[in-house]
């Protein structure tokens, strides 16, 4: 800005100058009356130039320094022209700028949040060491193998929720036709900042929904605080706490990066979870996700590794578990409305690929159990269920769940497709066997 006033007053000290030349050609070649005539112009137009141009230039230019470093600072613009409304076109998304926060995020928060939630969470969090018998085809003795795992503190005396892949690896996933692994023969349990083991008993497993109960001798244990996992958002600040690889006590920060994900194991078991960026590793299996209020959101169950592959982990929405535990430690294991099938999905490309049958979309009955609630309403081999209670059914999964949110003894009225035609079955619901 100051080259350009010096560069406003040389041009005009210029121009003076040629207009003193002209005047001064004036002056020869005229009488006195007309000299004094022009000198007086000319006196004139440089009092002008000194006592109004330049102050309106300078004042000009100094009002914009001031506005221009006032619209730099977001709250004094805001002040001045409150909040405009600019909307910009981008592959045809408008993006209303109103919103945008202008705030600058301060890390120490950030930090201050995880330094709190560690704090309040990891003496609720143990880590579990497992022993294994295993037995092989090609020796009649067996040896004993171990893994690493985390659990959760329920209750103050001593009542651990975990996963039942930490204690139970009799799944397709760790056996084979050559070997097979037993349950945990022998589990210790570590707590927060202490190097003792003690010695767990297995109190319930639940092969279905991964989960398990154990439980050491030991009082006066500080019991998790349990969230609402159903009030979650995506985006959402979390962290895992576990014992990934044997190492005791560790944290990782991310966030909730969708909900509601189905995945399914090794086993071909289908769970309905949270899915996180925050690491989940070998050994945080029972660990659990937690909020920035350190309340415990999840239980930490899977990941999906590979080469490329990179923040893919998954928890157990807590909520869901709270029936389950319950269970396992009042009955030793979960008491389950059943109807007695086993099925199939039928897709829209299973009718496409078999156009020669006569089939709907739905869960397809391929065996009924002796005695079970489906053998005694009627239900017969190939039916296809449609409906149950008024929802539409697309899969055994669509059944298991609707089935699922009933209590042992309930009715359970289905729609199925039989013979071209649609029939309604009235079914009441017994304890899984």
Same mark, same amino acid.
């Given at each position: 800005?100051? =080259?350009?006033?010096?560069? /406003?007053?040389?041009?005009?000290?210029?121009?003076?100058?040629?207009?003193?030349?002209? /005047?001064?050609?004036?002056?020869?070649?005229?009488?006195?009356?007309?000299?004094?005539?022009?000198?007086?112009?000319?006196?004139?137009?440089?009092?002008?130039?000194?006592?109004?141009?330049?102050?309106?230039?300078?004042?000009?230019?100094?009002?914009?320094? $001031?506005?221009? *470093?006032?619209?730099? $600072?977001? +709250?004094?613009?805001?002040?001045?022209?409150?909040?405009?409304?600019?909307?910009?076109?981008? =592959?045809?998304?408008?993006?209303?700028?109103?919103?945008?926060?202008?705030?600058?995020?301060?890390? +120490?928060?950030?930090?201050?949040?995880?330094?709190?939630?560690?704090?309040?969470?990891?003496?609720?969090?143990?880590?579990?060491?497992?022993?294994?018998?295993?037995?092989?085809?090609?020796?009649?003795? +067996?040896?004993?193998?171990?893994?690493?795992? +985390?659990?959760?503190?329920?209750?103050?005396?001593?009542?651990?929720?975990?996963?039942?892949?930490?204690?139970?690896?009799?799944?397709?996933?760790?056996?084979?036709?050559?070997?097979?692994?037993?349950?945990?023969?022998?589990?210790?349990?570590?707590?927060?900042?202490?190097?003792?083991?003690?010695?767990?008993?297995?109190?319930?497993?639940?092969?279905?929904?991964?989960?398990? @109960?154990?439980?050491?001798? #030991?009082?006066?244990?500080?019991?998790?605080?349990?969230?609402?996992?159903?009030?979650?958002?995506?985006?959402?600040?979390?962290?895992?706490?576990?014992?990934?690889?044997?190492? #005791?006590?560790?944290?990782?920060?991310?966030?909730?990066?969708?909900?509601?994900?189905?995945?399914?194991?090794? !086993?071909?078991?289908?769970?309905? @979870?949270?899915?996180?960026?925050?690491?989940?590793?070998?050994?945080?299996?029972?660990?659990?996700?937690?909020?920035?209020?350190?309340?415990?959101?999840?239980?930490?169950?899977?990941?999906?590794?590979?080469?490329?592959?990179?923040?893919?982990?998954?928890?157990?929405?807590?909520?869901?578990?709270?029936?389950?535990?319950?269970?396992?430690?009042?009955?030793?294991?979960?008491? &389950?409305?059943?109807?007695?099938?086993?099925?199939?999905?039928?897709?829209?490309?299973?009718?496409?690929?078999?156009?020669? /049958?006569?089939?709907?979309?739905?869960?397809?009955? &391929?065996?009924?159990?002796?005695?079970?609630?489906?053998?005694?309403?009627?239900?017969?081999?190939?039916?296809?269920?449609?409906?149950?209670?008024?929802?539409?059914?697309?899969?055994?999964?669509?059944?298991?769940?609707?089935?699922?949110?009933?209590?042992?003894?309930? #009715?359970?009225?289905?729609?199925?497709? &039989? !013979?071209?035609?649609? &029939?309604?079955?009235?079914?009441?619901? *017994?304890?899984?066997?």
């Amino acid at each position: 800005m100051d =080259n350009n006033n010096n560069e /406003f007053i040389n041009t005009t000290a210029s121009e003076t100058n040629s207009e003193s030349n002209s /005047f001064k050609s004036v002056k020869e070649k005229s009488n006195g009356k007309k000299h004094n005539k022009t000198v007086k112009e000319n006196k004139s137009t440089s009092n002008f130039t000194e006592k109004i141009l330049i102050p309106f230039i300078s004042g000009v230019v100094g009002a914009t320094l $001031v506005v221009g *470093a006032c619209f730099g $600072v977001p +709250s004094i613009k805001n002040n001045i022209i409150g909040k405009t409304s600019t909307t910009t076109k981008n =592959n045809d998304t408008n993006i209303d700028y109103n919103n945008v926060n202008l705030d600058l995020i301060s890390l +120490s928060n950030i930090s201050d949040t995880g330094v709190y939630v560690s704090k309040k969470v990891l003496p609720s969090i143990v880590g579990i060491s497992v022993e294994y018998s295993v037995s092989s085809l090609f020796s009649r003795s +067996s040896s004993t193998a171990s893994a690493e795992g +985390s659990g959760v503190i329920i209750s103050q005396d001593g009542y651990i929720l975990t996963n039942n892949h930490v204690i139970d690896s009799t799944s397709s996933s760790t056996s084979s036709s050559y070997y097979e692994v037993g349950k945990a023969s022998k589990i210790q349990v570590y707590l927060y900042n202490d190097d003792n083991p003690y010695e767990a008993k297995i109190i319930g497993t639940d092969e279905q929904t991964d989960l398990a @109960v154990i439980k050491i001798e #030991k009082n006066d244990l500080q019991a998790a605080e349990l969230g609402d996992s159903d009030t979650i958002q995506v985006g959402e600040w979390c962290m895992t706490i576990g014992n990934p690889l044997g190492m #005791k006590s560790t944290v990782c920060q991310g966030s909730i990066s969708a909900l509601n994900r189905q995945v399914t194991d090794s !086993d071909n078991k289908t769970y309905n @979870v949270i899915q996180t960026d925050a690491a989940i590793n070998e050994g945080n299996s029972g660990g659990a996700l937690v909020n920035s209020k350190g309340q415990i959101i999840g239980i930490n169950t899977l990941k999906v590794s590979g080469e490329g592959v990179e923040g893919l982990g998954f928890a157990i929405p807590i909520n869901s578990t709270k029936s389950i535990y319950s269970d396992l430690i009042q009955y030793s294991k979960v008491k &389950r409305p059943y109807i007695g099938i086993t099925g199939s999905d039928i897709t829209e490309n299973t009718i496409k690929a078999n156009p020669t /049958f006569d089939l709907k979309v739905g869960a397809y009955v &391929r065996s009924i159990e002796d005695y079970s609630p489906a053998e005694k309403a009627g239900l017969k081999i190939g039916d296809i269920i449609i409906e149950a209670d008024g929802k539409e059914v697309k899969s055994m999964n669509d059944l298991n769940e609707i089935k699922n949110s009933h209590q042992i003894g309930d #009715k359970i009225t289905l729609k199925i497709y &039989r !013979d071209k035609k649609e &029939r309604i079955v009235d079914i009441t619901l *017994a304890e899984q066997p």
